[in-house]
């Protein structure tokens, strides 16, 4: 996925990242080096599994963002099994190792809420 960061902000013994997208804006912890902002990056987005996966309900449509520290992704189950879920999210896909994947099927639309939504530099 390709993201910009915004700002970077100590927190915790981590760098708090605030990023946009063309699905919109988030917050999550960067884990790569800490650059001049704004700066643009390929990234792959880890969400922890304890996070919060529920139906969106219809219409829904691809979209990322943030309320306060939870940061909120919506997708398309794009299929499951052995514990993992992916889920398109625009022209991405998230893979999430979780004990709910069994609940979703190929289709539904999913609301996902977390506090911990990783953001790992990705080069080629």
């Not at 699905?23 to 792959?44: D, N, T």
């Not at 449509?61 to 993992?84: E, F």
């Not at 398109?88 to 911990?116: K, S, Y």
């Amino acid at each position: 996925m390709e993201i910009t960061i915004e700002n970077l902000m100590p927190a915790c013994g981590r760098l708090r990242a605030e990023f946009a997208c063309t699905l919109g804006r988030a917050i999550g912890i960067w884990h790569g080096e800490r650059l001049p902002v704004p700066f643009r990056a390929q990234v792959e987005i880890d969400i922890d599994d304890h996070a919060a996966i529920a139906p969106a309900g219809v219409p829904a449509r691809y979209a990322i963002g943030c309320s306060g520290n939870v940061s909120r992704v919506t997708g398309q189950v794009d299929s499951t099994g052995d514990g993992m879920l992916c889920v398109r999210v625009g022209n991405d896909v998230l893979q999430l190792d979780v004990p709910q994947a069994a609940r979703f099927r190929r289709g539904d639309w999913i609301r996902i809420e977390t506090t911990e939504l990783h953001v790992y530099p990705f080069s080629l």
